[in-house]
Each structure stands twice: as C-alpha cells, then as structure tokens.
C-alpha cells in the first residue's frame, strides 16, 4: 500500500493528454506504444502527480473536486497508484 507521504510524478516515460472536457485521458507508454484511456477522476489524480503534494495531500484535493467519501477514494487511489507504477506510468519523486 502507498504511503501517504509519497511524493509522486508521472514517469518521463509516457505522455499523457485530456481527451475533451472532463472526458478522461489518453496515456502513451514510450517503450511499447501501449495506450491507456483513463476516466475523468483518474487524469485529475495524474494530473495532481506534481512530486511536490504528497499522496495524501492529492487525495485532499480531489476530494474538493468530486462527490466521493475521502476514506474510499484514498483506497481506490491507493490500488490504482501501485497498479500504475507496476505499469510504469508514475513512479515515487526523485530525492533532492
């Protein structure tokens, strides 16, 4: 499970893009072309991936953002962050 410390940023190893407003988004992993689309709530989460909010702090503001109990979304947030760096599509913040 993530910690709620963690910084974390998409990896420069993928591209991402909105697809309409509030349609969701399109990511590209560079080193097989695999293409992923994602809800509207998961490129909100991506999109708050700035290596400098912590995980918590990003489930605080999505929260602000969409109708969804804090508790449950952390927990859907939390399985969706370890199935994307299982992917390769984010990855923990480099240390300064």
């Known amino acids: 499970m993530i910690e709620g410390s963690a910084l974390l940023v998409l990896s420069p190893k993928m591209l991402m893009r909105r697809v309409g407003n509030e349609e969701g988004a399109m990511m590209l992993r560079f080193r097989d072309g695999q293409l992923y689309s994602c809800n509207d709530v998961t490129a909100a989460f991506l999109e708050a ?14 929260t602000q953002s969409f109708e969804v109990e804090p508790d449950r979304l952390a927990a859907d947030l939390g399985l969706l962050t370890e199935r994307l760096m299982a ?5 923990l913040a480099a240390a300064d």
């Open 49 to 62: 991936l700035d290596g400098q909010r912590d995980f918590t702090a990003v489930v605080d503001l999505l």
């Open 87 to 91: 992917e390769g599509l984010i990855q």
